[in-house]
């Protein structure tokens, strides 16, 4: 019977440990779409210094240039965060329904004891975060 109260505990950590990385995600993308808007005031803030709003232009600021190219790398990484946001919904979800199965046969073999508390929507928590 410990070897089940092990198998709850180490399937309520891996909830919890998935919990944790789609924070982070959520939080890494909110974090670089901040960035983006800064880089895209200090942009517009060069352009308007300059007098020049067109970056092919052989005078556009070179300041500008290289900012612009920091937003466009950074909104990438946003899109490759947001399809890793993608698959670390789908894991939690999957190590939510293995705590909840590893709960319910604890449960039936008269364990009635619940070692960890259940994971009660946390998949549901998670996604309204992102």
Not at 63 to 90: C, H, M, P, T
Request: net charge negative; charged share 35%; with cysteine.
């Amino acid at each position: 019977m410990k070897a089940r109260g092990n198998l709850l505990r180490l399937k309520h950590f891996q909830v919890e440990d998935k919990t944790r990385q789609l924070a982070q995600i959520d939080m890494m993308i909110a974090e670089f779409g901040r960035m983006c808007e800064e880089l895209d005031a200090q942009i517009k803030l060069e352009e308007e210094k300059a007098g020049i709003d067109d970056p092919t232009h052989f005078a556009y600021p070179t300041f500008a240039k290289a900012a612009i190219q920091r937003r466009d790398n950074l909104k990438v990484s946003i899109r490759e965060l947001q399809d890793k946001r993608v698959g670390a919904v789908e894991a939690l979800e999957e190590a939510d329904e293995e705590l909840r199965k590893a709960q319910a046969k604890h449960d039936r073999d008269g364990n009635s004891a619940v070692v960890e508390e259940p994971a009660e929507s946390v998949v549901d928590q998670a996604t309204m975060i992102g």
